[in-house]
Nanobody
Framework: QVQLVESGGGLVQAGGSLRLSCAASGTFFSIKVMAWYRQAPGNQREMVATIIGSDTPIYADSVKGRFTISRDTAKNTVFLQMDLLKFEDTAIYYC???????????????WGQGTQVTVSV
């Protein structure tokens, strides 16, 4: 059973920083993609940052230059460093991973439970 466990959310003032972590646990063959999504009240879930392999990041335009996604492949962990936070970054942040459970098996999509990030003005 694969699980994604997030940590690092909280309350921060505008202009501050937070660092989110997400660790994948369980038994699996490989992790193809790891990403962070967020969902604010009344909004759809949106992609924030994605990392393919360990060194190919993709960012939403709204966070470019402020957020950095990175990955520790040895620890099956993905990080999201969030700097210069804005009020509009307030949301529940979800970790996402595309994981191949076993060699030659199809890939599955997994989600963490979410962690709240609140930015105060």
């Amino acid at each position: 059973q694969v699980q994604l466990v997030e940590s690092g959310g909280g309350l921060v003032q505008a202009g501050g920083s937070l660092r989110l972590s997400c660790a994948a646990s369980g038994t699996f063959f490989s992790i193809k993609v790891m990403a962070w999504y967020r969902q604010a009240p009344g909004n759809q879930r949106e992609m924030v940052a994605t990392i393919i392999g360990s060194d190919t990041p993709i960012y939403a335009d709204s966070v470019k230059g402020r957020f950095t996604i990175s990955r520790d492949t040895a620890k099956n962990t993905v990080f999201l460093q969030m700097d210069l936070l804005k009020f509009e970054d307030t949301a529940i942040y979800y970790c996402n991973a595309v994981i191949q459970p076993r060699f030659s098996w199809p890939q599955n999509n997994y989600w963490g439970q979410g962690t709240q990030v609140t930015v105060s003005v």
